[in-house]
């Protein structure tokens, strides 16, 4: 058994611990990164007790790695969990987390606004395999319950959402899923574990993609599920034959990142409400979508399910995309890039981005404007990144300026 910092330690101690010192060696202050597929053993029998489990140990390199176990270490305690399994991508975790539950004829409830990837998996690939799956309008509390009480398997949430960040209820939401017995993953991407912890809702799992704020760099991919021992054990299982496994070095990457996650998170979010804030008051936008105004139709729930509003806002143009055109280049401290959750504030239209699958029809049901703009606010000063706004919002050339 791997030894868990202690219980009343704080998260930004646990960021930094957790994971760390059972997996050094050679007296190093750093976990090594372990890039052997495979160990030896000279006794077979003690060979034959790790490979079947009764021992502590390690046999081949999709079933489990030290690095990566660290990693799964880290983030396990992070979320408070008993249990975490690791993944090669936010994307493998959220598939192989549902393979393992999911069966032909069961029905899985979820909403409109999921993450792209996780939105095909519901629309394209489930229904293949003669899953039922219903969408319901993200953040119509009523509507998810009202689905779920027909009978479901798995209600899985996203909180918040991905690009106008809109909130659940999870509290709410496992309690209507426990009526009817079915499983509840909410994907915790956007929050972090050091802004929620839907566990401690009664949430079943908690899944991540390792690759936006854990990692924090933009330069490793990889993906989490956190939640009790029997619920991970079968996902690990699903996941160690299926093959969707953790690269070593992409563990070391998220690792180091994960040590700095409260900092950074601490930065970003204080930064992301004077930006709202700011984007409020600017001529050329229109609509500033962040939990921490107080318009903000999730902002009561969100004071109370997270501890900050978190690193992501959107916001439209009154010019529409022509504007957005315009504006974006001018931006001197911003990544335009698809990613999110980096160091670096990183922007780009949903268009582009988050929706680029959907029709702009589709994009208009969704309540997403096609001038909408995603921005994943980074620890640079926040009046830099104000200021760095200001002058690329105002100077926009003539031609776009309606009046
Ligand atoms: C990026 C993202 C994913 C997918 O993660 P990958 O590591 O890119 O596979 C899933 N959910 C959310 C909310 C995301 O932002």
Redesign the pocket.
């Known amino acids: 058994m791997n030894q868990d910092t202690p219980r009343n330690i704080q998260r930004s101690t646990k960021a930094v611990w957790a994971g760390e010192k059972e997996y050094r060696a050679h007296g190093a202050t750093q976990v090594p990164v372990v890039h052997s597929v495979a160990y030896t053993y000279d006794d077979l029998d003690y060979w034959y007790e790790v490979a079947v489990g009764n021992e502590k140990g390690h046999i081949y390199g999709r079933n489990t790695n030290p690095t990566v176990e660290s990693f799964e270490q880290k983030i396990k305690e992070l979320e408070g969990a008993e249990a975490a399994t690791s993944f090669s991508?936010?994307?493998?975790?959220?598939s192989n987390s549902l393979s393992t539950f999911l069966r032909p004829g069961d029905r899985i409830v979820s909403m409109n606004d999921?993450?792209g990837?996780?939105n095909k998996i519901f629309s394209e690939f489930l229904p293949q395999l003669n899953i039922n799956v219903t969408l319901c309008e993200t953040g119509n509390h009523e509507e998810i319950e009202k689905e779920v009480r027909k009978g479901c398997n798995i209600l899985y949430l996203?909180t918040p959402t991905?690009p106008t960040v809109k909130i659940t209820d999870i509290e709410r939401m496992v309690k209507v899923a426990k009526e009817v017995g079915a499983l509840v993953f909410v994907?915790n991407?956007?929050a972090t574990p050091i802004n929620q912890n839907p566990l401690e809702y009664g949430v079943d799992l908690v899944?991540h993609?390792?690759?936006?704020f854990l990692g924090g760099h933009a330069d490793a991919?990889?993906?989490a599920a956190c939640g009790n021992k029997d619920l991970v054990e079968k996902i690990f299982h699903y996941r160690e034959i299926n093959g969707a496994t953790m690269d070593p070095m992409a563990a070391y990457l998220l690792l180091r990142g994960m040590k700095t996650l409260h900092l950074r998170l601490k930065q970003s979010c204080e930064s992301a409400l004077k930006i709202a804030e700011f984007l409020e008051s600017h001529e050329q936008v229109d609509k500033v979508f962040y939990p921490g105004l107080k318009n903000h139709p999730g902002h009561d729930i969100a004071q109370r399910q997270m501890r900050q509003f978190g690193g992501m806002l959107s916001f439209s143009m009154k010019d529409g995309l022509e504007a957005v055109r315009d504006f974006l280049p001018r931006l001197e401290f911003a990544n335009r890039a698809a990613n999110?959750?980096a160091v670096e504030t990183t922007v780009g239209p949903a268009r582009t981005t988050s929706h680029v699958e959907n029709t702009p029809e589709e994009r208009a049901a969704l309540g997403i404007p096609e001038s909408l703009v995603r921005y994943s606010v980074g620890i640079e000063d926040a009046d830099d990144l104000i200021n760095d706004l200001n002058q690329a919002l105002s100077n926009l050339p003539e031609t776009t300026t309606k009046t």
Do not use: P, Q, R
């Open positions: 991508t936010g994307m493998a975790a959220i999921t993450y990837g996780t996203e991905n994907d991407t956007f899944i993609s390792a690759t936006k991919l990889g993906g999110l959750g």
